[in-house]
């Protein structure tokens, strides 16, 4: 299309060059189009004469041929004199094509055009019509969306992927696809996992095959699923068409020995040794199993005295050398005769292996294809060694962070103890970890020397401590044989596998962490323990915490004193550490209808952790808690209910006013805990010697109630004390607190209740005085009486003696003038009679008191 748009161009160009004249005409406005092939697409051209008016008949063409793309590619337009433009209309036809982008031009001609009248510029436009109608084409897969295939015996098989290109097959087109599933990687089962497949231009359908690959390894039904991912080139991806299930029905059942090794005694008479197809290590059912599978074994004996002879040190007991499992079986035993002679022997070994090539039917051969049977040894006189038996008995394990020095393991020597021996040993890792042995134990290998009569040697290892969390690590001790000096033997067992112990708390170490963040909270929705933990070290594989929340009322924090139901959860609870998180937090709600006693404490115990998704190896350390278990958050009174009482119980005095008509009395109220508001109600009661004389007279109110506000710790009952002119003795009413309004509010034991006393007043036991006829003064001579009478007046209610004497105290002029007179209750007057001694000595006056 360039080139043809450049030839019509220079066509334009002669034509005009040979034009002259003062009129003009050209396409004005936009000469440029990219559309879409739709129904409504028009594209709108404008024709513009400038200079002297004139009547012009423009035409619009298409170059090339109609390719119908275009409802009209011809157009013809009127411009008379008296305008200046006119505008043409093109219409995009829209068809059912797949079609790639396409380049079209439409120039400008004059029909007949008259002298002076020429083509300006510019006299063409090009229209591109974008891709249309999948014009590079659908990808799908053209196939069943369900394929089952059996993985293939010692070859490799194709599954053909079928995949078509519908609509357009315009341009190179490319599709990503990727196989997932399993459970095993798919790249271990197909080949390739993912990758690109490639539609050449014009290609429709393309066939790929996917390699299923011969892996050896014993697997159930395996479900993979092809999907197309993505697409380059401007095709698309029928979502609805774009996976295919692949299932690898269950092969390789895998055969071997149910364990390695046997140690018998030579009067076990028969040894059964298990072979066990379709099991995991774990006993679990794996590969296929709906046909017979055989396979055959040979039995490996040597010439020395360490190995057992068929036929003299023991015998098959099988009819033939060919084990067989039918349809469903998974195990078979074997079974051999052990000859019990009276020869001297150390250990005696011999082998029995499953023949790889033998094996018929769906299943592959897995460790332990072999294995090892020792007759145990007897009365050698230069004695066995072997790692000592006793370490068989469990695991040998290392704790790296308490053991520097370990000397546990042994190695025994049996039968005959006569001469010096000497072996040597050496220790490898037992796992894929390649750093060497000595960075963790010294030394990796040395000679064990046994003295004459020695029966047992010891390993001296150095454990190295280091600042590192690991998991468990196995360890492979072995004695070599041909290293012996001395004439002793080595038998079975010659090897040990053991363990260092997971070390710097590989799982975590939990601990209360910050000490800080543990408290009691309480906000407007309720009150609730905030608790924090920490996992600190190492934060390998997820843990479960388990903690208890007790509530310990005010005194010892005793765990024999604590309740529970002070929380809206259970006191016990499960915390989960998932792994790499080193820390988490707790909001434990408070019940709002709980007493929290002001003093009292949430006792918080960790009580236990444990490693939820590892299993390892042997026991571990860790996850382990903190040297912190436990803490007790004490409940303050911001936090704490109200424990409400007076603030002491002692009886409190009262006097009846004198310089008013009443005066009021606050007695203090005290509430330990000031969480919310609670109202006390309390009451008046007469008690003491004369309840009855108390009445409203006296004092009031006779009861009431005190508000606490939130916050509020301390507030008064006040009691006003009324004053009157009756002579009164001491007046005692009982106050006592009766309840409380809200229901997580107490009132404080041996603090409800206090005695008011009203102090005596008004004079009750009265005011003695002389009469006023008996104030004298009086003249009287030697052998004469007088009567001085007194009167009681005020309070006559309590029994009074009064003390009177005539002064001078030391005359001795009357019988009787000193004594005690006793006025009883109610009695208001007494007479005193006084009479003059005879002694004839002149006196002066002498005066009478009380």
Known sequence: MPSACLLVNLLLALFISFTSGETEVKFTGQTEFVVHETSTTVIRLVIERTGEPANITAIVSIYGENTGDFFDTYAATYIPDTETNRTVYISVCDDDLPEADEMFIFYLTLQKPSAGIKLGSPRSVTVTVLSNDNAFGIISFNMSALITVNEPRGRNEFVPLTLIREKGTYGTVTVTFEVEGGPNPAEEDLSPAKGNITFPPGRAVLIYNLTVLDDQIPENDEIFNVHLRSVEGGAEINTTRNTVQITIKKNDSPVRFSQSAYMVPEEADVLTIQVVRGKDDSGKLIGSDEYE??????????????????????????????????????????????????????????????????????????????????????????????????????????????????????????????????????????????????ADITPASGVLHFAQGQMLASLPLNIISDDFPEEAEPYLLRILADTLQGGAEVSEPAELLFYIQDSDDIYGLMEFYPLE????????????????????????????????????????????????????????????????????????????????????????????????????????????????????????????????????????????????????????????????????????????????????????????????????????????????????????????????????????????????IIMENDDPGGVFEFSSSSRGPYTIKEGESVELQIVRSKGTLIKQFLRYSVEPRDSNEFYGNTGILEFKPGEREIVITLLTRMDGVPEVKVFLYT
């Open 293 to 438: 599978v055989s396979v055959c074994y040979i039995i490996i004996t040597g010439n020395s005295t360490a190995h057992a002879q068929l036929n003299l040190d023991f015998l098959d007991l099988q009819p033939n050398m060919t084990i067989v499992f039918p349809s469903q079986v998974h195990e078979s035993d074997m079974k051999f005769k052990i000859f019990d002679d009276a020869i001297p022997e150390i250990a005696e070994t011999f082998q029995i292996m499953l023949l790889k090539d033998t094996l018929q039917g769906d299943a592959v051969l897995i460790s332990p294809s072999i294995v090892h049977v020792t007759i145990k040894p007897n009365d050698k006189p230069y004695g066995v060694l072997s790692i000592n038996s006793v370490l068989f008995a469990q695991v040998v394990i290392i704790d790296e962070d308490q053991t520097s020095r370990f000397e546990g393991i042994t190695v025994a020597r049996n039968g005959g103890t006569h001469g010096n021996v000497s072996v040597t040993w050496i220790i490898t890792r037992n796992s894929s970890d390649p750093s060497p042995v000595t």
């Open 517 to 756: 963040n543990q408290r009691i909270e309480s906000n407007p929705t309720g009150r609730f323990l905030s608790l924090s933990f920490a996992r600190q070290r190492g934060t390998v594989g997820v843990v479960r915490l388990v903690y208890i929340v007790l509530y310990v009322p005010a005194g010892t924090v005793d765990l024999e004193r604590a309740k529970d139901g002070i929380l809206n959860v259970s006191g016990r609870g499960i915390l989960i550490f998932p792994e790499g998180k080193h820390q988490d937090s707790l909001n434990l709600p408070i019940r709002n209808d709980a007493f929290l006693q002001n003093g009292a404490h949430f006792l918080i115990q960790m009580e236990r952790v444990e490693l939820v998704n590892i299993i390892p190896p042997i026991p571990s350390i860790s996850p382990r808690l903190g040297e912190i278990r436990n803490i007790s958050l004490r409940i303050t009174p911001d936090i704490a209910n109200g424990e409400i009482g007076f603030t002491s119980n002692l009886p409190i005095i009262l006097h009846e006013p004198e310089d008013s008509t009443a005066t009021m009395v606050s007695i203090a109220l005290h509430r330990d805990g000031t969480d919310g508001q609670a109202t006390v109600f309390w009451s008046l009661k007469p008690s003491g010697l004369n309840p009855k004389a108390v009445t409203y007279d006296d004092l009031s109110p006779f009861n009431g109630s005190v508000l606490f506000l939130s916050g509020q710790s301390d507030t008064t009952i006040n009691i006003t004390v009324k004053a009157d002119d009756i002579p009164e003795m001491n007046e005692t009413v009982t106050l006592t607190l009766d309840r409380v309004s809200v229901e997580n509010e107490i009132l404080k034991s041996g603090f409800t209740s206090c005695e008011l």
